[in-house]
């Protein structure tokens, strides 16, 4: 028998993305006439990338690299790995920035962790990764269904390391506690911009219950890598990227991504600069400067690129 969870009034979603008005600040260098040459990709429709893609078709599963439309998906498809997306693919936030579907939630679907570990399985993965859209509307945020994916994972795939990138919970840290229950390797909670621009980028979420959900974490087990992201390009100060890896570093948190917002539609917050390569490379030493064990940082750069590179330097969970 299928299992309900409680869920929340309806007016706590979002309906819509909605045109959101530019940040109050452009930064300079602002480039109106398209993509630099560094952000150029080229696509690479490999046999690997193919067989994942019918692979995710088959076993009716999401990635968050088609759903977020993520720069690397045919280097990371055509080697073997992806991120997959859990609870549906319609989220219910409206983030200025992301293009993941947003609106009402149809699907719960309890079946969904034994098909993820049963793709990890086909895949060999070394590595998963895993995220989810964000479920304002059940009371918990989705974090039994976290909970049932690792522990899927672990019994088919038991030498896999697992990351997962998950929401804010909206500040349940019972439903943190659910999550961390499981023994993740890494736990990973974005906190995509600088606080400044969250009314525009995170429109409703908190700068400091992010980084309050980092510190929780690292408390409520030690021994599980914490690791968190941030997008420049949407009208930061480097002042401000340095002020967000000080207080990266004082929760504790042992890896940090870096890479360059591109605008997904004509819905979303607009591209305020394109960083240079050496720009990411000081950024980069900065914030190991700062302490921060290991930061990735380049124009390309989403949360689990190189994730795999990122375990096996620091360690992971041995289970």
Known sequence: MERELPVLPMDTVA?????????????ENYNPTGKPPWLKVRATLGPNYRRLKDLMR???LHSVCEEAQCPNIFECWEHGTAT????????TRACGFCAVKTGRPTELDWAEPERVAAAVQALGLKHAV??????????????????????????????????VLIPDYQGNWDALQITMAARP??????????????????????????L?????????????????????????????????????????????TIGQYLRPSIKHLPVERYYPPEEFDELKR?????GIPH?????????????????????????
């Open 15 to 27: 309906q819509e993305p909605v045109l959101r008005q530019r940040p109050p600040r452009r930064a």
């Open 286 to 290: 900065v914030g190991e400067a700062i």
């Open 84 to 91: 997959f997306m859990i609870l549906g693919d319609i989220c």
């Open 130 to 163: 895993i995220t989810s859209v964000t479920r304002d509307d059940l009371i918990n945020g989705g974090a039994e269904i976290f909970h049932g994916t690792i522990r899927a994972i672990r019994e088919r795939c038991p030498g896999t390391t697992v990351e």
């Open 58 to 60: 088959g076993l009716s």
């Open 185 to 210: 390797d890494v736990l990973n909670h974005n906190l995509e911009t600088v606080p400044r621009l969250y009314p525009w980028v995170r429109p409703k979420a908190k700068y400091e219950r992010s």
């Open 212 to 256: 309050e959900l980092l510190r929780r974490a690292k408390a409520m087990d030690p021994t599980v890598l914490t690791k968190t992201g941030i997008m420049v390009g949407l009208g930061e100060t480097r002042d401000e990227i340095v002020q967000v890896m000080r207080d990266v570093h004082a929760a504790g948190v042992d890896i940090m």
């Open 295 to 319: 930061v990735e940082a380049g124009p390309l750069v989403r949360s689990s690129y190189h994730a795999h590179e990122q375990v096996q330097k620091l360690g992971g969970v041995q289970v």
